[in-house]
């Protein structure tokens, strides 16, 4: 019997251990990297990794360590899923052990904080050995919860390389877990990272009880939003009519699955930031991406005024009602004449 494939992933969080227990199902030797050491004794031991996904019982294909270099070597494939504030130091761990014919795919959701860089830049500038067009982005409608238990899920791989692009799709696709391949890197990175601002803004509105017909057109001007900027920074407009784009938006507004939509509501019932970002004991990637876009919008010079009313109620102190009848108030205008307006995208301004 042919020996099984060998494919890392960093680190061992929620979506980390769903895409591990999907390539598990897909006949593979996981090894998940993990700084905790009760954790990869629990994932060793036991087979749960009871803080992010306590109900799941997982693969004996999938074992932890905490060494970089067990994890990597000899791996066909690294898949890379971390809090966007750690991508950087990863990548420089991950440097000396990577191997230039190893497929390489992250699915982390967001922007370096200082640099505004997506994450595929990260690893770029970390990872100066590696051919940067191979590097693949793996993004879109995707909660760990329920990926784990098998649930029918569609995501989308991007690559400028479509070679790497189906050779993740090959490694990840099955039964329940459908890929689909996109040449568009900056499109599904902008759009896996700003849906999640959008979702913090569907959290307000739900916990300040403003109804389905709010959140609807939050959603829907949310995604004119992100559409504005991506393109401006070098994406496909298609994108956001596709999995990485208003696929990801949806779930992330409407599920109670969503960290970010939980945050927003505890938000609407008065706790601070700080309040409700301990209470979340995870990472809410929404916050910091609402800094990069809001300054990434002044750089580009893109209107995204849903955006800045919530970069005023997390940073500035701004009553979540005022930032709604703020964005109610603005300025009269016509849909139709704002997609006629813009030539660089014609049906998403």
Request: hydrophobic fraction near 45%.
């Amino acid at each position: 019997m042919a020996q099984a494939s060998k494919t890392a992933v960093l680190v061992a969080g929620s979506w980390g251990t769903a895409i591990a227990s999907v390539l598990a199902e897909n006949g593979r030797d996981v090894v998940l990297w993990s700084r905790n050491t009760e954790q990869v004794r629990e994932i060793n031991t036991n087979h749960r990794n009871r803080r992010f996904l306590s109900d799941a019982a997982l693969s004996p294909n999938i074992c932890a360590t905490e060494s970089m270099e067990e994890a990597v070597t000899g791996a066909e494939a690294v898949i890379i899923v971390s809090p966007s504030s750690a991508m950087r130091e990863i990548a420089k761990q991950l440097n000396p052990f990577l191997h230039p014919d190893t497929l390489l795919v992250h699915a982390t959701k967001g922007f370096e904080a200082g640099s505004l860089k997506r994450m595929s830049e990260v690893l770029a500038d970390e990872l100066p050995h590696y051919d940067a067009n191979r590097i693949v982005v793996l993004s879109g409608p995707s909660h760990a919860e329920e990926v784990i238990k098998q649930c029918p899920t569609t995501v989308v791989v991007a690559s400028i390389d479509k070679e790497a692009a189906v050779q993740a799709q090959d490694v990840l696709i099955n039964s329940y877990f459908r890929v689909y391949t996109n040449p568009d890197v900056v499109g599904v990175e902008v759009g896996g990272a700003l849906k999640n601002i959008i979702a913090l803004g569907a959290g307000l509105s739900d916990g300040l009880g403003f109804g389905d017909n709010a959140k609807a057109a939050l959603m829907t001007r949310g995604l004119a939003e992100i559409a504005r900027l991506g393109t401006a920074m070098g994406a496909n407009p298609l994108t956001f009519a596709g999995l990485a784009g208003i696929g990801d938006l949806v779930v992330t507004c409407t599920s109670k699955h969503s960290r970010n939509w939980r945050a927003g509501s505890l938000l609407a019932q008065g706790l601070s930031l700080d309040e409700v970002l301990q209470s979340m004991g995870m990472v809410v990637e929404g916050v910091k991406t609402t800094q990069a876009a809001y300054r990434l919008s002044e750089r580009f010079g893109i209107a995204m005024p849903i955006t800045t009313e919530l970069h005023h109620v997390l940073f500035d102190g701004k009553e979540p009602r005022a930032a709604v009848e703020d964005l109610m108030g603005r300025g009269r205008t016509h849909e139709i004449e704002e997609v006629a307006d813009s030539s660089q995208t014609p049906w998403f301004r």
